[in-house]
């Protein structure tokens, strides 16, 4: 998976919204307002930035190698995903539905 694809994948969200707030090599992406995405523009391997429910984060982070806590974010919420062949492209994707549904719909239990 590459930066395109997500980016592509992101936007084809209902009412999302890309900003650069943090500067230019951070892309943010927004529903509502709220973050449920930060996607790195100079991280090699690419790194990205995704809400997460509590319990599956942990869970995530003890499974693979490539999910940690998130980078300069809440830990308790949020996983920093390294994009790096450990996670297929349909794991990717889920992450990202995950965190646009708990943003999107705070409400809703992912």
Known sequence: ????????????????????????????????GKIFLLLSLDEKPLRLNVKCNPEYAIELRERYASVIPGYHMNKKHWNTIIINGELSAKLILSFINDSYNLVNNPKKKV
């Open 1 to 32: 998976m590459d930066i395109e694809q997500i980016i592509q994948y992101t936007l084809s969200k209902k009412d999302v919204e890309e900003t650069l707030p943090f500067g230019p090599n951070t892309l943010v992406f927004k529903v509502k």
